[in-house]
């Protein structure tokens, strides 16, 4: 039976408004035409991004949610709804909650979930186990899309009780219908500054990469940054005479370019952040390159959210010579790079899911500098190719926060140079797993190792067709 027509009731909103339900096909669905009959029958305008369009979105297609979570989150952001509601897959939501909550698209937009099951409670009433990595990264997606909705549309009480007791946090308005949806979106907070940045760049004899990089950086639309060069102990002849050429504009943008013997990146990132000026610190490689948005969103993220560390989907690098290929391209901001390769998703902080693959970013991502002084500087094993995840994950384990910018932020360079192509693939694996490892008993350990088994073994096949290739 058709749902009653009421008025719909969003706050500080008149006229027609414009609604969009994920996740669901446009006259496909009689129960999901029936929960939006209010809102239509009250003169207002429902569009469906269902599953055939969202596959179409920026192919090729992918099944992959947080890819497609992605992809949604970039459509909606051009668009101009009033409403978007997260139907069924309500994990789709994800990356566009994330950017609501840093202040970066959705400003006076009305987000919420319409669901009545989910994955984990469709695997307990079905008495089955979680099937690895996938299932982990979807049940974190839709408990984190739940806990920052605005609004939960259930008609189930047995669902609701049963995400309440799995301690998921639900939005503070359940209803029982869309047209009772509270409107006006959430508020944003108090914004604080934005945040002077420096940026620490490192380099060991790559010369020619290192003025690309450099390049990058000249063109950010942010003002408020400095540069930081650290020379890991070049030898390459080429690195004296790109640093002489780069030492004018350094001093005139008063910039520093800083030289030391040969000690490794994890030493040369902590003597660039001991110089640092910044509130926060951008860690970046001297072969990838900053997009000419990159600082702008970071500093913005930072000053609506009070993250301590910010990362970012990286975009794979036109010159890769190594690597699989880009799942999707996506619409950018920088003229110079419209549209960009997603190398890889990462989701943010779920520590089941870091045993397993590193959900957390790449070290291209801005650091509150109070937090890596209070844990002490970069560290790290110089055998291991995994400083970066290490670090992050140290991070997250004592308490900071970690948001992940859903956006192509900086282009990562896959290449036969990087440390990551290399040897000591297992030990960089073993190490990275040290700060899960200091919350759990010693007699976990080769659970641990047995999580990290699968990911370990797509890594070292990877490696190997690269070194073939």
């Known amino acids: ?71 949604v989150y970039h459509w909606l952001a051009r668009q101009d709804f009033d409403l978007v509601v997260f139907a069924d897959d309500f994990g789709l939501g994800y990356y566009s909650f994330v950017a609501r909550d840093l202040g970066l698209a959705f400003t006076g937009t009305t987000l919420a979930v319409l669901a009545d099951t989910c994955l984990a409670f469709d695997l307990e009433n079905n008495r089955q186990f979680p099937q690895g990595r996938t299932h982990i990264e979807q049940d974190f997606l839709e408990s984190q899309s739940m806990a920052r909705a605005d609004a939960l549309v259930s008609a189930d009480p047995a669902f609701t009780r049963w995400a309440a007791a799995a301690g998921w946090r639900l939005p503070a308005r359940d209803v029982g219908d869309m047209a009772d949806i509270p409107g006006g979106g959430r508020q944003p907070g108090t914004r604080s500054e934005l945040p002077f940045i420096s940026v620490c760049l490192t380099t060991f004899n790559r010369p020619q990469m290192l003025e690309q990089a450099v390049q990058s950086l000249t063109r950010q639309t942010y003002g408020r940054f400095e540069v930081i060069l650290v020379d890991d102990g070049s030898t390459d002849p080429g ?39 910044g509130d926060y610190v951008l860690l970046m490689d001297d072969d990838n390159l900053a997009l000419a948005h990159e600082l702008e969103r970071f500093a913005q993220a930072a000053a609506n959210s009070g993250a301590d560390i910010l990362t970012c989907i990286p975009g794979r690098h036109p010159q890769s010579d190594v690597g699989p290929d880009a799942v999707a391209q996506l619409p950018g901001s920088d003229p110079l790079h419209p549209l960009c390769g997603v190398d890889w998703t990462p989701v943010g902080h779920c520590l089941s899911l870091a045993a397993m693959v ?12 109070s937090m890596m002084l209070e844990l002490g500087g970069y ?28 956006e192509i932020l900086f282009l990562y360079r896959r290449h036969r140079q990087s440390r990551s192509m290399r040897d000591n693939l ?35 096949q990877q490696a190997v067709t690269d070194d073939q290739g």
């Open 379 to 406: 560290g790290g094993e110089r055998r291991s190719s995994f400083e970066d995840f290490t670090y992050l994950l140290r991070a997250v384990t004592q308490g900071y926060r970690l948001e992940v910018v859903p």
């Open 426 to 460: 297992f030990f960089s694996h073993v190490d990275s797993l040290g700060p899960l490892a200091e919350m759990m008993p010693k007699e976990l350990w080769p659970l641990l190792l047995m999580a990290r088994r699968d990911w370990y073994g797509r890594h070292m």
């Open 1 to 71: 039976m058709p749902a009653v027509a009421r008025p719909c009731v969003l706050p500080g909103k008149t006229g027609r408004l414009r609604v969009c339900v994920v996740g669901v096909d446009d006259g496909d669905s009689d129960s999901q035409e029936a929960r939006c009959a209010g809102l239509r029958q009250a003169g207002h305008h429902v569009q469906f991004l269902g599953p055939a369009k969202i596959s179409g979105l920026y192919a090729p297609t992918h099944s992959y949610l947080p890819l497609r979570s992605l992809r």
């Open 358 to 369: 590193n959900c957390l970013g790449d070290c291209n991502a801005l650091y509150r500098r």
């Open 239 to 277: 690195m004296a005479t790109c640093l002489q050429r780069l030492a004018a504009d350094f001093e005139n943008r008063h910039w520093t370019i800083l030289r030391q013997d040969n000690a490794g990146v994890a030493a040369a990132r902590d003597r660039a952040i001991r110089a640092a000026k």
